[in-house]
């Protein structure tokens, strides 16, 4: 876990609705995920999109499970990019990847293994030119990128104004009678830099508070 005293003590000073937030939701658990591939993180990201967390599990289960049982704990492992490349589509598509994801899956080691996407130097770059090649491949979009940036890179600067949990808490938290705009959210999130990604979980919090409510109800 990270240390976001910094981030809290700047967010409560510059913005006194996220105050209010802060103050009721208490100190700021965001949590980093310790992510030594960066490929196998985004294949999982292709593979988990669009399916609910179970039947995504399985899948990706079996897609490691087409490259050995190195650990020896039946779970298998992720493939390299060229691994993953000289696999053959039918095989991929045993593990219960659908077409779309087994293309998304290969675009994506095809932009590694061409050094399009040079995962060793991805900590090294700033943030826009990591969104730059991260959504050139395939499958791809902002969304999944901001998440990469957040839960694997750890960067404490990123507002994702395409997550539909985000807009929500911007909606309770600031009282709007509809949901934000990009352009609204970065506009009062501007004063929340250059830690915008605590000030984010703040807002997903915002909405986790609505979920429970509604579940005592």
């Given at each position: 876990m990270h240390n976001f005293s910094a981030a809290v003590r700047h967010l409560r000073r510059a913005d006194p609705v996220l105050r209010r937030v802060i103050d009721r939701v208490g100190r700021c658990e965001l949590r980093r995920e310790h992510v030594k591939d960066p490929f196998g993180a985004l294949a999982d990201a292709i593979i988990y999109?669009?399916?609910?967390?179970?039947?995504?599990?399985?899948i990706a289960n079996r897609f490691r499970q087409l490259y050995g049982n190195a650990a020896g704990d039946g779970r298998g492992r992720l493939p390299s990019p060229r691994e993953l490349?000289?696999?053959?589509?039918?095989?991929?598509?045993?593990?219960?990847?659908?077409?779309?994801?087994?293309?998304?899956?290969?675009?994506?080691?095809?932009?590694?293994?061409?050094?399009?996407?040079?995962?060793?130097?991805?900590?090294?770059?700033?943030?826009?030119?990591?969104?730059?090649?991260?959504?050139?491949?395939?499958?791809?979009?902002?969304?999944?990128?901001?998440?990469?940036?957040?839960?694997?890179?750890?960067?404490?600067?990123?507002?994702?104004?395409?997550?539909?949990?985000?807009?929500?808490?911007?909606?309770?938290?600031?009282?709007?009678?509809?949901?934000?705009?990009?352009?609204?959210?970065?506009?009062?999130?501007?004063a929340w830099r250059p830690y915008r990604t605590a000030g984010s979980w703040y807002m997903w919090m915002v909405r986790r508070e609505e979920v429970a409510k509604k579940s005592q109800r």
């Amino acid at each position: 876990m990270h240390n976001f005293s910094a981030a809290v003590r700047h967010l409560r000073r510059a913005d006194p609705v996220l105050r209010r937030v802060i103050d009721r939701v208490g100190r700021c658990e965001l949590r980093r995920e310790h992510v030594k591939d960066p490929f196998g993180a985004l294949a999982d990201a292709i593979i988990y999109q669009q399916l609910a967390y179970k039947a995504a599990q399985t899948i990706a289960n079996r897609f490691r499970q087409l490259y050995g049982n190195a650990a020896g704990d039946g779970r298998g492992r992720l493939p390299s990019p060229r691994e993953l490349l000289a696999t053959p589509r039918r095989k991929l598509r045993s593990a219960g990847l659908s077409r779309q994801k087994t293309a998304y899956l290969l675009d994506l080691a095809r932009h590694a293994a061409s050094g399009a996407l040079p995962l060793r130097r991805l900590a090294k770059m700033d943030d826009a030119e990591i969104i730059e090649r991260v959504t050139a491949v395939k499958g791809i979009g902002r969304w999944t990128a901001d998440m990469f940036l957040i839960f694997c890179l750890g960067r404490p600067d990123v507002l994702p104004v395409n997550d539909l949990g985000l807009q929500y808490g911007f909606r309770r938290a600031y009282k709007m009678r509809r949901p934000p705009s990009a352009a609204r959210m970065e506009k009062i999130a501007e004063a929340w830099r250059p830690y915008r990604t605590a000030g984010s979980w703040y807002m997903w919090m915002v909405r986790r508070e609505e979920v429970a409510k509604k579940s005592q109800r």
